[in-house]
């Protein structure tokens, strides 16, 4: 089991930054990935970034350029700085984090996501 905490959510004018943070406990050493989702009112849930063990991440379109990602693996947390936010970015933002353990001696593994409870960010016009 890994536990997720996020906090860092708020109310913003546009144009302005948040940074959220997301902190995990448990079984931390199974943990392949992590990242962060969002999800407003009425509308699907939403990949925001995600950052792999290997450092490689991924952006969702909507925020390439004023968004970005970064993990202490040593701490066992995930940060998202968010700047020039816009009122479209209002959401509940949740930190997830993907365990892979291996269980066979073929090297099959399973795979298992983990979600924070999510924090709200709000952006005025």
């Known amino acids: 089991q890994v536990q997720l905490v996020e906090s860092g959510g708020g109310l913003v004018q546009a144009g302005g930054s948040l940074r959220l943070s997301c902190v995990a406990s448990?079984?931390?050493?199974?943990?392949?990935?992590m990242g962060w989702y969002r999800q407003a009112p009425g509308k699907q849930r939403e990949l925001v970034a995600s950052?792999?063990?290997?450092?490689?991440?991924n952006y969702a379109e909507s925020v390439q350029g004023r968004v970005t990602i970064s993990r202490d693996r040593a701490l066992n947390t995930v940060a998202l700085q968010m700047n020039s936010l816009m009122p479209e970015d209002t959401a509940v933002y949740h930190c997830?984090?993907?365990?892979?353990?291996?269980?066979?001696?073929?090297?099959?593994?399973?795979?298992?996501?983990?979600w924070g409870q999510g924090t709200q960010v709000t952006v005025s016009s």
């Open positions: 448990g079984r931390t050493r199974s943990i392949n990935g």
């Open positions: 997830y984090a993907r365990t892979r353990v291996v269980v066979s001696v073929e090297g099959a593994a399973v795979e298992r996501d983990y």
């Open positions: 950052i792999a063990n290997d450092g490689r991440t």
